[in-house]
């Protein structure tokens, strides 16, 4: 056997740096009888079990007493405004259970698990328990691309830009599918309990990332504690952004755990990160491939997140923290394909939306940030306001962890990553105005993270920083801290919830639209500003995709001046009707100012009229038509051709060939630097992959260029 090969099979574990490996364990202590010395830490934990017990009765027993007629006296505040007392106390207490256990030298483990999970069941489950219908308005949609996919075995991007990344709704379709799930009433309830699943699940990927720090016990703890307190941003509904969230969260893991390049100490600063575990070539390879495929099951499914977790991953290779250095170029190659070739219908319709706000950056924060909380209640304004302050105290306190680590002597790279590098999302566009919350939403494991190290700089490896910790108020400031983010997390995320809840009047109210869409319908809403907001606040789109069309209307100021609602349902044409629902008159008062007897007025003024006639009328929603239909016939339903739908012309045929070309050699030389030692240097075989993929990069990127100047 020759040298080389024989070094290329030494145990991983005999190339890592001496100062990485794990110190020899110490012999047991000799056995020596209980004291009541001993007994102290059982006792210690029975007080944060008490709280924690005090603090889920106080929070739950009140729930009950929430019905639907306490709901409806919800103002500006949203639910907060209505919970009783009881329940703020108890989320507190939660608070306290939690920071209590961050006190004894030794972690309680069990404990530390049932509070978290605790916490997170509490502060997300509230409304599936307490709301009749499962909240917010945009999940229902996606259940109308479920519905479409069953009818129809197939998408159709000609109807929603979403089509082109039908990743998330083909994969739910599947299983759901493969579970028996079939009755609208079963998916019903996957809505209602979907962010309280994601939030749970987000948690594991967010230990094995806090595993990932070289930090104490209590710094990892209480950064995952963090992240359940700050994840108020609300993309947690049943939607692709929730689903590739979880994969941003598992590829970022795997990324920071396994596969950050080794670095020694420097300037007598030790690195942030932990060594990787030592695992053979074949359990690496098999983390990459996870990792690939984590990052492919993104990048059909949404618009954004693949570009994040690629920025992320450059990032760290450019830094010399990420072990794949290969990984940027593949990566890039499979979502830039897709943009170009999968997701043609949306690029070549809408090229200066995709791309004309690259450089804006100051326009794209304003209308991300200041442009969201303009108009409407002063109440209400606190909630977006609260937003703000809490995004940027996470942001702060992770800032303040960066310096606090360096301070303690260590050298922190790879969580100012993940923290920051979303931000550069500012710069591209403003994403129809919520580019702000997706920023904070990529930035949060990071920032918790960081934010927890600033209580809990130190590792907590030599004896003088155990002392330190015994002596530390750190614990204390971590409490207060969790009280203001629990607080904050109670007004910013249900505080919209006078017009994200859906009500049972507005779900009959659709039901009988889409049992009237013969062959078609328009369905008029209305809005204060019907160029730009266009998202109505109603359980819209669960059926009937390519039947119904809704018609952003203006909303008048003065309800007595409802004439241009009936000539705008003439204009609309036969099968035409308006639709006035709580939800979004709620909407139009809180946010966009109108005045609290508004729908009222309106209703009246409506009922008033010779020329309309209500055809739905409940509790929840009104539904009217023209007495008179105008004349003509309805238009027939053209959902387009089904997807994916590519323009092919020589060149581009080249093009997509040689980026899958690309994509096989890129891919199989990542597989094979997986098998040579850190240190050794490329294999013949790795640096003939790389010549031959330099070509093919060649022709792809010209293909590209050629298919964006032809068809934009």
């Known amino acids: 056997m020759s040298g080389g090969t024989a070094a290329r099979e030494k145990p991983a574990a005999e190339h890592r740096p001496a100062w990485a490996k794990d110190p020899a364990p110490e012999a ?15 006792l210690r934990a029975v007080v944060p079990a008490v709280l924690l017990a005090a603090g889920l009765a106080l929070y739950w027993l009140p729930v009950p007493g929430l019905d639907e007629a306490a709901l409806d006296a919800m103002g500006g505040l949203g639910v907060v405004g ?100 079939t009755d609208p009433a079963q998916l019903a309830e996957v809505v209602r309990w979907w962010p309280l699943a994601v939030n749970l699940l987000a948690l594991v990927p967010l230990a094995l990332l806090a595993r990932s720090v070289r930090a104490g016990w209590r710094a990892r703890w209480c950064g995952v504690w963090f992240f359940a307190l700050s994840s108020w941003v609300g993309q947690d509904y049943f939607s692709p952004q929730s689903f590739t969230y979880l994969l941003y969260l598992a590829f970022a893991a795997l990324l920071l755990r396994w596969f950050l390049a080794p670095s020694a100490p420097s300037g007598g600063m030790l690195p942030g990160a932990e060594a990787p575990p030592d695992a053979p070539p074949g359990r690496r390879a098999v983390l990459l491939g996870v990792a690939l495929a984590l990052f492919a099951a993104a990048v059909p499914a949404h618009q954004l997140t693949p570009f994040v977790m690629l920025g992320v991953v450059t990032v760290l290779v450019v830094l010399g923290r990420c072990a794949l250095r290969g990984l940027p170029l ?78 303690a002597g260590y050298r922190e790279r790879a969580l100012p990553v993940l923290a920051f590098v979303p931000a550069a999302g500012f710069a591209l566009q403003a994403y129809g105005g919520e580019m702000a919350l997706r920023v904070f939403l990529f930035a949060l494991p990071g920032a918790a993270l960081l934010a927890a190290l600033a209580f809990f700089p130190r590792a907590g490896t030599s004896e003088r920083e155990r002392a330190w910790d015994r002596v530390s108020l750190a614990p204390l400031a971590a409490l207060l801290a969790g009280l203001v983010l629990v607080g904050g997390f109670l007004v910013a995320r249900w505080g919209n919830e006078a017009f994200e809840r859906v009500r049972p009047g507005e779900v009959a109210a659709m039901e009988w639209v889409y049992a009237h869409a013969d062959p078609t319908v328009r369905l008029l809403w209305l809005s204060e500003d019907p160029e730009e907001s266009v998202t109505p606040a109603l359980p819209w789109g669960s059926r009937a995709m390519e039947r119904v069309r809704y018609v952003p209307t203006q909303a008048p100021r003065d309800p007595v001046l409802a004439g241009p609602l009936a000539e705008a349902l003439r204009e609309a044409g036969p099968v035409s009707y308006l639709i006035v629902g709580r939800s979004q008159s709620a909407y139009l ?52 051709p089904p997807g994916p739908t590519v323009t092919w012309t020589p060149w581009s045929v080249l093009g997509a060939l040689s980026a899958g070309l690309l994509v096989l050699l890129l891919g199989t030389r990542e597989f094979l630097r997986l098998r040579a030692a850190p240190d050794a240097p490329p294999s013949p075989a790795v640096r003939a992959l790389f010549w031959f993929a330099v070509p093919l990069l060649l022709v792809t990127v010209s293909a590209l260029v050629h298919r964006f100047w032809t068809l934009a």
Do not use: K
């Not at 047991?28 to 059982?42: D, G, L, N, W």
């Open 589 to 640: 008062e809180l946010d966009a100012g109108y005045s609290t007897s508004w729908e009222r007025r309106l209703l009246a003024t409506l009922d008033a009229r010779d020329d309309l006639v209500p055809v739905v009328r409940n509790a929840d929603a009104a539904v009217y038509a023209l007495r008179e239909a105008p004349p003509g016939t309805p238009e027939a339903a053209t959902p387009g």
């Open 82 to 181: 209505v919970l009783p007392w009881p329940v703020l106390a108890g989320a507190a207490l939660l608070v306290v259970a939690f920071a209590a256990l961050l006190w004894p030298s030794r972690p309680q483990r069990l404990l530390l698990g049932l509070v978290l999970v605790a916490t997170v069941v509490s502060l997300h489950a509230l409304p599936a328990v307490v709301e009749e219908q499962p909240r917010f308005a945009t999940a229902w949609q996606h259940l109308g691309f479920l519905e479409y996919l069953d009818r129809t075995g197939g998408s159709a991007p000609a109807l929603d830009a979403r089509w082109s990344w039908p990743g998330f709704f083909a994969t739910a379709a599947l299983v759901l599918r493969a579970c028996g799930v």
């Open 330 to 407: 593949l990566l890039g190659a499979v979502a830039v394909g897709w943009v170009c070739f999968l997701a043609e219908p949306y690029w070549s319709g809408h090229f200066d939306e995709l791309f004309g706000g690259i450089g804006g950056l100051g326009a794209n924060v304003t209308s991300s940030v200041s442009g969201r909380i303009e108009g409407g209640s002063a109440t209400h304004q606190l909630v977006l306001y609260s937003r703000v302050a809490l995004a940027g105290l996470v942001m702060a306190l992770a800032c303040w962890g960066w310096w606090r680590r360096r301070e």
């Open 28 to 42: 047991p202590p000799p056995t020596a009888p209980v004291t009541p010395a001993r007994r102290r830490p059982r």
